[in-house]
């Protein structure tokens, strides 16, 4: 019998494929909800992870997301986004994204969050990002996870 998607990562599907990516969502035994856990499992260099993580912007969540290679140096991106930047409380992560921590999407969230994506990531040639659910995953490109996001490239480092 064929494995179908967690719901999270059918929903993902969905709203990839009506942006025009082509929606494939891989699906692993194991969960893989950290950046290394992923590269191992996928073959590929960590830096080719994008983790999907939600920030206060002063008081507004924001979606920043970052190659699985290096930490997000707040101070420096909160200044260069024109404010102050902090880790969101966990219950705001989930009410924002509706996804668990590990497996959260770029999109596919109920709440319009702004997002912005590590310009570091645009050294790979493909990207791997979890598709909503910590044993899902999609490959994509930087070019496209700009446009499937409306994300602005930023320097979070």
């Known amino acids: ?13 969905d709203i990839l494929i009506s942006r025009g990516h082509h929606g494939v969502v891989v699906t692993s035994p194991e969960p893989t909800t950290t950046a ?19 920030f206060l912007l002063d008081d507004d969540p924001v979606l920043l997301l970052v190659s699985g290679a290096h930490p997000v140096n707040l101070a420096a991106t909160g200044e260069r986004l024109g404010g102050t930047m902090q880790r969101a409380p966990l219950d705001l992560v989930r009410l924002a994204t509706d996804q668990p921590i ?27 990002a ?23 490239a930023v320097q979070v480092t």
């Open 102 to 128: 590990g497996g959260i999407a770029p999109v596919g969230h109920p709440t319009n969050l702004a997002t912005y994506v590590d310009e570091s990531l645009s050294q790979y040639p493909e990207l791997w």
């Open 36 to 54: 290394e856990a992923a590269a191992e499992s996928l073959g590929v260099g960590v830096g080719a992870i994008v983790r999907a993580s939600v």
């Open 1 to 13: 019998m064929p494995r179908l998607l967690h719901p999270n990562a059918a929903h993902v599907a």
């Open 130 to 152: 979890a598709a909503g659910h910590p044993n899902t995953i999609f490959r994509t490109t930087f070019t496209e996870l700009l446009r499937i996001t409306a994300g602005l």
